[in-house]
């Protein structure tokens, strides 16, 4: 299998980790954000997952499928719940920064999950996607160059809505 250069090393699918592939600058919600406020921040973010942390520990991930499925109602219902409730109960996997990338690939597959929370000792410090795999089978891994970070909900949506005009007016 021909091999692509990632940080002046020849690698191949086989021998790339997690850790040289993932997504390592995060935009995250924590578990009482709204789904108005996780669906917001995906659209701006241009992002497909969401983390939900606490800190730095994982939660869950949420998706753009998952907050669709479960919309009902209009902005009020939407920003008066929390995306916590939307998680689920099925055990998320997580992986380490060393798990070598067709380890990944398999748990994705077996789980039936389209991205995977990578921990350390800290807590979530990446998040692997089909995207990042995809890219680095197609030798377009790019090797990470500065630290990770993670950003939690940067500005807090409230739904304006219309209310009866107590003055009689319209």
Same mark, same amino acid.
């Given at each position: 299998?021909?091999? %692509? ?6 690698? $191949? ?35 497909? %997952?969401?983390?939900? =942390?606490?800190?730095?520990? =994982?939660?869950?991930?949420? $998706? ?39 380890? =990944? ?31 680095? =089978? ?17 500005? %807090? ?5 219309? %209310? ?7």
């Amino acid at each position: 299998m021909a091999g %692509h250069l990632v940080a002046g090393e020849i690698m $191949t699918v086989e021998t790339l980790t997690v850790g040289q592939v993932m997504s390592r600058v995060l935009v995250a919600v924590k578990p009482g954000e709204s789904p108005l406020m996780a669906w917001e921040l995906m659209r701006r973010a241009g992002v497909h %997952h969401l983390p939900v =942390v606490d800190g730095r520990h =994982v939660l869950g991930i949420l $998706t753009r499928e998952r907050i669709a499925a479960s919309w009902s109602g209009g902005p009020q219902e939407q920003s008066s719940r929390p995306v916590r409730a939307l998680l689920g109960c099925e055990q998320v996997p997580r992986v380490r920064q060393d798990t070598p990338l067709t380890r =990944v690939a398999a748990l994705m597959l077996d789980a039936g999950c389209d991205a995977v929370p990578v921990v350390s000792g800290d807590g979530l410090v990446g998040l692997v996607t089909v995207r990042d795999v995809l890219s680095a =089978v197609a030798g377009r891994a790019r090797p990470a160059t500065e630290p990770g970070e993670i950003v939690t909900g940067m500005f %807090h949506l409230e739904p304006v809505l219309p %209310h009866d005009n107590p003055m009689g007016g319209a």
